[in-house]
Nanobody, 111 residues
Framework: QVQLVESGGGLVQTGGSLRLSCAAS????????MIWYRQAPGKEREFVAT???????YYTDSVKGRFTISGDNAKSTVYLQMNSLKPEDTAIYYC?????WGQGTQVAVSS
């Protein structure tokens, strides 16, 4: 069993920054990637960014150059640094590992 807990969400103005955290606990994590998704109101959940066990990172086009995913293996935590936030980034952000999901953290960006 793996538990994932997201934190760091909040309300910011356009152009602001937030850093989300996803802390993992439970059994030793496998070599699966850690992934951030988001779901905006009325929309389907979409992929945002991922970091593989080897440290490679991938982003959806809309966040490239603004978001950075990173990991701290010692803390079993993955971060999502979000800069230059836009109203369209407003969503609940979830992290995923293997088939486990966190409960989500709300990000709201005001115009």
């Amino acid at each position: 069993q793996v538990q994932l807990v997201e934190s760091g969400g909040g309300l910011v103005q356009t152009g602001g920054s937030l850093r989300l955290s996803c802390a993992a606990s439970g059994r030793t994590l496998s070599n699966y990637s850690m992934i951030w998704y988001r779901q905006a109101p009325g929309k389907e959940r979409e992929f945002v960014a991922t970091i593989t066990s080897s440290g490679s990172t991938y982003y959806t086009d809309s966040v490239k150059g603004r978001f950075t995913i990173s990991g701290d293996n010692a803390k079993s935590t993955v971060y999502l640094q979000m800069n230059s936030l836009k109203p369209e980034d407003t969503a609940i952000y979830y992290c995923k590992h293997e088939h486990y999901w966190g409960q989500g953290t709300q990000v709201a960006v005001s115009s």
